[in-house]
């Protein structure tokens, strides 16, 4: 026998697995689940049940601060909850406030969704933040003789106007159709309210079904932290 007979002739081994490619490989699949599935959590929570809401005026000052990010309650008027005079609510003033929206493009649009799913960015331009002051069937006019506003002959007490303001500097009485609200800012003197609007379709008041949500409390910054309730029933 020679040489060549008792020994096999050579081969390439298989190269083994990296464990660690293996590992990291697993890591970074765990971690793409991981986010996808906060990310569609996050997309249907702000969606159908809490959303962020970046105050972007000075509207509602001193209850609400430019830059300050609120939680907006969207399940706070289904399943047979009803907007109360007082709330602080976020709407679509899209047809009563201003124009209906133009499509922004996709672009726009993600970059605009994404930004307000972390309260980063305004959801969109027609999205307003106001303190509901009548509701369908009140009659809300100013002011008595003491410079209140009166909501069914009943003057209105206002501790969360910004100080120095007066209750308004604009005359108005109207009868709020049903499903329609009366809305303004608490710093009157520097929001563009119901009052803004008397002149256009709808009396200023805006529908009910454009509500989005009632402000819950304010987020962020951290030293602002705190729960916001309804003022007056």
Request: aromatic letters at 8%; charged letters at 25%; a neutral charge.
């Amino acid at each position: 026998m020679t040489e060549s007979d008792a020994q096999p002739p050579e081969r390439d081994r298989p190269a083994r697995p990296q464990k660690g490619w293996r590992r990291w490989s697993r890591s970074v699949r765990l971690w793409g689940v991981v986010a996808l599935s906060t990310a569609v959590l996050t997309m249907l929570t702000n969606a159908f049940v809490m959303q962020p809401f970046l105050i972007p005026s000075g509207s509602m000052e001193g209850t609400l601060q430019v830059g300050d990010r609120v939680v907006v309650n969207k399940l706070a008027y289904r399943f047979g909850g009803e907007v109360k005079r007082g709330d602080v609510i976020v709407f679509d003033g899209a047809g009563s406030f201003t124009a209906e929206e133009s499509d922004p493009g996709l672009l726009a649009g993600l970059l605009r969704t994404a930004g307000a799913a972390v309260g980063l960015s305004p959801s969109s331009d027609t999205d307003y933040v106001k303190r509901v002051i009548g509701i369908g069937g009140d009659r809300v006019r100013c002011c008595d003789s003491q410079g209140r506003i009166e909501v069914n002959g009943e003057p209105l007490d206002e501790p969360y106007l910004y100080p120095g303001d007066k209750p308004s500097n604009v005359t108005f009485d109207i009868r709020v159709p049903e499903g329609r609200l009366w809305v303004m800012g608490d710093h009157r003197s520097d929001s563009a309210d119901s009052r803004e609007y008397l002149g256009s379709p709808g009396g200023g008041t805006v529908p009910v079904d454009r509500v989005i949500g009632r402000v819950e409390l304010i987020g962020w910054p951290v030293g602002r932290w705190g729960w916001l309730r309804s003022a007056h029933g």
